[in-house]
């Protein structure tokens, strides 16, 4: 069955440009995660939903990063005013269960903020 | 704080010959735990987690686990390495702070080269 997409898969950015960064879960998942994972770092945390809701966000890292999940299923990560700290791999996963299930990663956004 | 620490930055065995990455956690209560591998440009692949039961864990690709709890590791493992196992290697555990959140968190990585 299909995987976890994400697009576009790499993304160029002049400092200052507003970007969306598009999810697509594995149909029928409930949770969905983003992750952000600088050069040679491991991911790390931004933000999680359960259905449509957003139940944690305390790992985006400014008030210039918003993610919406408004139908349960596609989710949007934004990111306004992009600085060049912001180039990274940006990570989507999803998960079928709310509790403790294996969290499936797309191939990732490869963001270049110049 | 909870946290994944993985010793090693790189790893490298010949082909057909065991190997062994490492993995350390720090958390409160039971742990769940992941690996996950990453070959350059994909998105990171499950391998194996262990959540409860025998301390040993089967997962994809002949790799397996063992989780010691005295040691607090989670050590991955494979009898006869393949040229294709070389990747990144990350070792995970779920975070049990922040009410429903299953956040993971990462260590920093292991890359792992398999010389033929």
């Known amino acids: 069955g299909a995987g976890v997409s994400q697009s576009p898969r790499y993304k160029v950015a002049k400092r200052g440009q507003d970007v969306a960064l598009r999810c697509d879960p594995i149909?029928?998942?409930?949770?969905l995660f983003w992750y952000q994972q600088a050069l040679g770092q491991g991911p790390e945390f931004l933000t999680y939903?359960?259905?449509?809701?957003?139940?944690?966000k305390s790992g985006l890292p400014s008030d210039r990063f918003f993610a919406e999940r408004p139908e349960g299923s596609v989710s949007t990560l934004k990111i306004q005013r992009t600085q060049q700290e912001d180039s990274a791999v940006y990570l989507c996963?999803?998960?079928?269960?709310?509790?403790?299930?294996?969290?499936?990663f797309g191939p990732g956004t490869r963001l270049l903020v110049l | 704080a909870q946290s994944v620490a993985q010793p090693e930055d790189q790893v490298n065995v010949a082909e057909g010959n065991p190997l062994t990455v490492k993995c350390t956690y720090s958390?409160?209560?039971?742990?769940?735990l992941f690996w996950y591998v990453q070959y350059p440009n994909r998105g990171l692949q499950f391998l194996l987690k262990?959540?409860?039961?025998?301390?040993l864990v089967k997962g994809s690709y002949g790799f397996e686990a063992e989780f010691n709890k005295s040691q607090t590791s989670f050590h991955l493992k494979k009898p006869s390495a393949l040229v294709s196992d070389s990747a990144l290697y990350f070792c995970?555990?779920?975070?049990?702070?922040?009410?429903?959140?299953?956040?993971?968190?990462f260590g920093t990585g292991t890359l792992l080269a398999v010389q033929p």
């Open positions: 996963a999803s998960s079928l269960r709310t509790e403790g299930g294996t969290q499936y």
């Open positions: 149909s029928g998942h409930v949770s």
């Open positions: 939903f359960q259905n449509e809701a957003q139940l944690d």
């Open positions: 958390v409160s209560g039971n742990p769940y």
């Open positions: 262990y959540i409860t039961g025998d301390n």
């Open positions: 995970a555990v779920r975070s049990l702070y922040g009410g429903a959140t299953n956040k993971l968190i």
